[in-house]
């Protein structure tokens, strides 16, 4: 029979156990290594959300009437909006409600600065206000 006087050390591998045995091999835990260092801190994103608003001159149906709020410097939109004051007639409706950079139309990969709203008015009523509404948000 085979022993453990017989049994040359370091000679026996995993699969020379059965697989009941394979469990009892385990050894004691080791040493806790040590701590790794932190990692570099991430910018800040927005903390500060304002709103600011614009209101736009009166202007008489049948028209159309443009009016754009914008963000303070260091600012950068994140939503925006409008009314109309006066809206009273079925062919009345905001025409556009949109991003801006700079004053125009915040195509793909500008930073919106602004909000712009459009309104129509169809109606036969006088006098008609926009007003312009843009999110804005800051570190």
Do not use: M
Not at 53 to 58: C, E, Q
Not at 86 to 114: K, R
């Amino acid at each position: 029979a085979v022993n453990s006087k017989k049994v040359k050390d370091g000679s026996l591998r995993l699969a020379d156990f059965a697989g009941g045995d394979r469990t009892l091999l385990k050894g004691d835990a080791g040493a806790r290594g040590l701590a790794g260092t932190n990692g570099t801190n991430g910018t800040n994103g927005a903390t500060n959300v304002v709103a600011r608003n614009s209101d736009g001159p009166d202007f008489s149906a049948p028209g159309e009437s443009f009016h754009t709020a914008s963000c303070q410097a260091g600012e950068r939109a994140v939503g925006g909006g409008g009314y109309v004051a006066g809206l009273t007639d079925p062919g009345d409706y905001i025409q556009t409600s949109v991003p801006t950079t700079d004053g125009s139309f915040a195509f793909d990969g500008g930073v919106p600065n602004g909000w712009r709203v459009q309104a129509h008015a169809g109606g036969t009523d006088t006098n008609r206000a926009v007003s312009v509404y843009v999110l804005c948000a800051s570190p």
